[in-house]
């Protein structure tokens, strides 16, 4: 089974505000070749999306339900890699 590393910069989407839900759309039209609905469920790279905000930009994220619930924190990182396998059952972030 092989492994792919697909990374994505998310500092430009904080920087201009953008939620969970607009990044995740974003990512799928825009890299379409790397981010397969085939591949990865668009709520997979939702949650991940979702995930990274919360601890970088909580004020962005907008939680399971689509509804801002996070308290502040803060993270350095503002990469996060997206593993995506050849199996498309097995596919995780």
């Known amino acids: 089974m092989r492994t792919y590393v697909y990374e994505v ?13 607009a990044i995740t759309n974003y990512l799928f039209e825009s890299h379409q ?4 609905p085939k591949i990865i ?5 939702y949650r991940l ?10 004020s962005l994220s907008l939680g399971e339900n689509g509804m801002n619930t996070v ?3 803060s993270l350095n990182s503002n ?10 059952e097995n596919s995780t972030i």
């Open 9 to 21: 910069n998310l500092q430009h989407f904080i920087s201009q505000r953008k939620n969970s839900d």
């Open 33 to 36: 070749d790397y981010i397969n």
């Open 41 to 45: 469920a668009r709520r997979q790279v």
């Open 49 to 58: 999306v979702d995930k990274v905000l919360a601890k970088v930009a909580p």
């Open 71 to 73: 308290s502040a924190t």
């Open 79 to 88: 990469v996060q890699i997206l593993h995506i396998d050849d199996n498309k």
